[in-house]
C-alpha cells in the first residue's frame, strides 16, 4: 500500500543528492521528483519517480524505524543490508542497491520493482500456487549458492529471543524451554547450513510474473535453510484463510524447494520448529493481539512435534 503522495521542494537536499547519484541515468533531466510513502513497513520507506524519465527509485530510511525495534545502529545495518543485496543478487533478484547515504537519515536507495506482493494477492483472493513455486525455487538457489556450516546455536538464541519478547509466564515459558532442549537434543537440526532471506514473510516477495525477493536487513549466515520455509509457512497457516487451502500451499512450497522425495520428507520434518519460531514472531506484534492465543497454542503444537 502507497499513501502521502507529494512532491519533493526543488532546493530539498535529499532530492538534490539522488539526482546527482542517479545523473547517468536521468540524461539532462530537470524537473521536481514525486515522492510517495509506501506501508506497512517497518521503517519509513518512500518511492521516488522522475517524471518523464520512467525511473523510480525507493529509499529504505533506517534512522526512521516505525516497528517496535527502534534501538540499534543505523549506520551499521544500512550497509549490511546494502552489501547484502549486492551479494545475494549472483544468486537470486533483488533490488539493485544504489546507494547509501547516513545524512539522510542513513538511507538505502535501490531500484523500484514493480508487482503486488504475495500478501496483496492473497488478500485479493489470487491463487498462489504460481508465486510460491517461484519463491520456492528463489529460496533453493539462494541457499545452494550460499551453504555453509550450521551453527544452529544461532538459531535457538534467536529462538530464545522471540520467546523473551513474547514475555511469556513463568509455567509456560519453562514449557517452551523444555521442548527447544528435546530439539537441541534431536538429530533432526543436523545439517549445512547457509545465508538465509531471515525475514520470510508474505509481504517480502514482489511477484510480476516472476519473483523478487525485498527487505534483507534480517539476512543471516550459517542458519537452518528451512527457517525461511518454515516462517512463510506461518505466515500462510495465520494468514486467516481456511486451513486445508494453507497446508496446501505449504505442502506446495516445500514440494517445489525440494530435489527429491527423501529431502521432502526431511524437510516435512524440521518444518515444525521453525513454523514453530514463524508463529512466535507473530504472536509478538501488538496489532495481532487478538489472535495470540492461537498462535503461541500452535507454536507449542508445532514443537510438540518433536515427540511424534
Known amino acids: 500500500m502507497i499513501t502521502g503522495k507529494g512532491y519533493l521542494k526543488a532546493d ?3 532530492g538534490n543528492w539522488l539526482a546527482e547519484v542517479l545523473a547517468d541515468r536521468l540524461a539532462g533531466w530537470h524537473g521536481t521528483i514525486r515522492a510517495c510513502r509506501m506501508e506497512p513497513a517497518s521503517h519509513v520507506v518512500c ?15 533506517f534512522g526512521a524505524p516505525t516497528g517496535a525495534r ?4 543505523a549506520d551499521a545495518a544500512m550497509k549490511n543490508e546494502f552489501s547484502r543485496l549486492h551479494r545475494v543478487s549472483g544468486w537470486i533478484r533483488v533490488p539493485h542497491a544504489i546507494a547509501t547515504n547516513s545524512r539522510f537519515k542513513f538511507v538505502l536507495v535501490t531500484e523500484y520493482v514493480p508487482g503486488p506482493t504475495l500478501r496483496e494477492l ?9 508465486p510460491l513455486t517461484g519463491v520456492a525455487h528463489l529460496l533453493r538457489r539462494l541457499h545452494d549458492g550460499t551453504r555453509t556450516s550450521c551453527k544452529r546455536e544461532r538459531d535457538f538464541a534467536y529462538f530464545h529471543a522471540v520467546l523473551d519478547q513474547n514475555g511469556l509466564p513463568g509455567p509456560l515459558r519453562k514449557w517452551f ?9 534431536s538429530t533432526r537440526l543436523d545439517r549445512e547450513g547457509c545465508t538465509v532471506h531471515g525475514d520470510a514473510t508474505l509481504s517480502n516477495y514482489l511477484f510480476d510474473g516472476g519473483v523478487c525477493a525485498i527487505d534483507f536487513e534480517g539476512a543471516r549466515n ?12 506461518a505466515e500462510l497457516r495465520a494468514s486467516g484463510g481456511s486451513i486445508s487451502t494453507a ?17 521432502f520428507r526431511h524437510h516435512t520434518a524440521v518444518l515444525p520448529f521453525f513454523m514453530a519460531l514463524g508463529h ?9 493481539t487478538a489472535e495470540r492465543d492461537w498462535l503461541l497454542a500452535e507454536a507449542e503444537a508445532c514443537l510438540g512435534a518433536i515427540h511424534r
Open 12 to 14: 530539498d537536499a535529499f
Open 47 to 61: 518511492r521516488y519517480e522522475f517524471p518523464g524519465t520512467g525511473l523510480t527509485v525507493v529509499g529504505k530510511f
Open 70 to 73: 527502534t534501538r540499534y545502529n
Open 122 to 130: 492473497l488478500d485479493a483472493g489470487v491463487s498462489l500456487y504460481d
Open 177 to 185: 524451554d523444555r521442548l527447544l532442549g528435546a530439539w537441541w537434543h
Open 222 to 233: 550459517h542458519t537452518h535453510p528451512v527457517r525461511d520455509l518454515g516462517i512463510l509457512a
Open 247 to 263: 497446508e496446501d500451499y505449504i505442502g506446495h512450497l516445500l514440494w517445489h524447494y525440494s530435489r527429491s522425495e527423501e529431502e
Open 280 to 288: 512466535l514472531r507473530i504472536a509478538r506484534l501488538p496489532w495481532r
